[in-house]
């Protein structure tokens, strides 16, 4: 009975990996994206991994919730090696990337806001890429820095994947145009201009 549960297991995480693989994938067709196909993977890998509750929340607090990015950031500038900093800046890049992608409309009842989450997670992988080519990791460098050029893109591709799995429907255009304002993402102006309203004429001020 038990050799069945853990083939089960197996089964379904290996169906969740796929589940999600062609999910980003038919976002980023969908939006024409422009990611590597080893991007596509790592944000796919990211998405299942964090359907274990212990990736996402913080062990050490009262409930469920994750760990604050400053707090992240700060055992990264405070690790002793090279490769325990790496671990820190890609569970800093990895949540800050996830939050926003997926919950950025309620961000704005948090303390902070998505642009927070984009300039965190955007200079966590830009490091992460520093970091990995000395070390001679090529393969990773290349994902960690379009990781960290395309951060808002990457947020618009976890966005409809979000949309897709909760159908939702209900739009709040102000939040629309807030994240939009607030990080120049082109699936925010999108969606604001199929609702009759066009964000370029009012220009965009990134903070």
């Known amino acids: 009975m038990s050799n069945d549960s853990g083939h089960d297991k197996l089964i379904t995480r290996t169906g969740l990996r796929e589940f999600f693989h062609d ?91 998505v642009d927070y989450y984009v300039s965190m997670g955007g200079n966590a992988y830009s490091y992460l890429a520093t970091n990995t080519r000395s070390m001679g990791g090529r393969a990773f460098c290349d994902i960690y820095n379009e990781l960290a050029d395309k951060f808002v893109s990457a947020i618009d591709v976890l966005t409809e994947v979000g949309d897709s799995m909760n159908n939702r429907d209900n739009r709040d255009i102000m939040r629309l145009y807030e994240i939009w304002l607030r990080t120049g993402s082109q699936l925010a102006a999108e969606r604001l201009r199929r609702e009759g309203i066009d964000p370029v004429a009012t220009g965009y001020s990134k903070h």
């Open 23 to 113: 999910s980003v994938t038919k976002a980023v067709v969908n939006q024409k994206q422009d990611f590597a196909p080893e991007t596509v993977f790592y944000i796919s890998n990211l998405l299942t991994d964090f359907t274990h509750t212990a990736n996402l929340f913080d062990k050490h607090s009262e409930g469920n919730t994750p760990q604050p990015l400053v707090a992240i950031y700060a055992d990264a500038l405070e690790a002793s090696t090279r490769e325990e900093q790496n671990q820190c800046l890609k569970k800093l890049g990895d949540l800050a990337l996830f939050i926003s992608g997926l919950f950025s409309y309620s961000l704005n009842r948090s303390l902070v806001d």
